[in-house]
């Protein structure tokens, strides 16, 4: 993925690490939400994703959950990420972009600031009426979605009150060393930015394991944020993470605990249908030309989601 500087875009096709050779992740720097500048109306709002990215994953699993598919729109890029970004075709499971007819995703980020200077990622929340992006924080869109709830489905709240503290810490604590942490492992540079990254991965996956022995979700019976948070990455995790990404202490299925609470979420209500294993498999494979520099995409594992919980 190349990225803008000045507006200028510059093509590259590997990911940036620090001096150890350890993946460093830009922070989001679109980061407003639904309120006096950003009011919610119907159908003002856009949202840009791809079925391959768990950032993007988790939005629309909230979007789907609440029953927002019909007042906040989607276009969905192409699975192949290539040196020039993510962008717009006519695949299976694609949607192209209705509001400009883009064919790239970096054409936003440029519209919103002429002279922006980072990486294009997705998810973008792009405001139509004034033309520019609310947000590109995962995160903080599943959050305003879920505010957004009395519109749909008030008895769904994936941030109550008196779990929010709970759950938000829960989320925060597994970001860099699970979440993060795959990619962390997939794109260093170095065995020891690599040893680094998949011990600090599986000391947390075997703690999260523990944690749900006798719990449903993470903060007990009820699904939050947190979980959405956590099951996008167990999805993708034994199909890419842990071959792809050399993620293979262990593998999902070989926890039962967390084989459990990842099957339990896929069977939940609106859930399954945002989970695209062809798309999802087709970028990492095909895109990571550093990773998989044949593009080759492997025709297993064979995994039952749909298994009894």
């Not at 980020?109 to 947000?135: E, F, H, M, N």
């Not at 709970?166 to 962390?184: H, Q």
Request: aromatic fraction near 12%; glycine fraction near 6%; charged fraction near 25%.
């Amino acid at each position: 993925m190349g990225h803008f500087i000045q507006g200028v875009w510059h093509p590259e096709d590997h990911f940036p690490s620090d001096q150890k050779g350890a993946f460093q992740r830009a922070a989001s720097q679109f980061r407003h939400s639904f309120g006096e500048q950003f009011p919610f109306e119907p159908g003002r709002y856009h949202l840009y994703v791809s079925h391959a990215c768990p950032w993007c994953h988790r939005t629309m699993i909230v979007r789907s959950l609440l029953g927002l598919e019909d007042v906040i729109p989607v276009s969905v890029v192409d699975p192949l990420m290539t040196e020039e970004g993510w962008h717009f075709s006519e695949g299976e499971g694609c949607i192209p972009d209705p509001v400009f007819g883009l064919e790239f995703i970096r054409e936003l980020y440029v519209k919103a600031d002429p002279s922006y200077t980072g990486r294009c990622t997705v998810p973008i929340l792009w405001d139509i009426q004034t033309g520019t992006i609310v947000s590109n924080e995962s995160s903080e869109i599943i959050r305003m979605f879920n505010g957004l709830r009395d519109h749909k489905k008030p008895s769904v709240d994936l941030a109550p009150p008196e779990l929010l503290a709970e759950s938000d810490a829960w989320r925060d604590r597994f970001y860099n060393s699970v979440n993060n942490g795959v990619y962390r492992c997939g794109f260093s540079r170095s065995q020891e930015a690599y040893d680094e990254a998949v011990q600090e991965l599986f000391v947390m996956l075997d703690e999260l394991e523990a944690h749900l022995a006798e719990r449903r979700f993470l903060c007990g019976d009820r699904m939050t944020e947190a979980d959405i948070c956590l099951f996008v990455t167990l999805l993708r995790f034994d199909p890419v993470y842990v071959t792809h990404f050399k993620c293979n202490l262990r593998r999902i299925v070989d926890m039962p605990n967390l084989w459990r609470f990842t099957r339990d979420v896929f069977q939940w209500p609106g859930v399954a249908e945002t989970c695209d294993l062809r798309h999802i498999k087709e970028h990492y494979f095909r895109s990571h030309r550093s990773v998989n520099p044949s593009g080759v995409v492997p025709a297993g594992p064979e995994i039952d989601f749909w298994g009894l919980i």
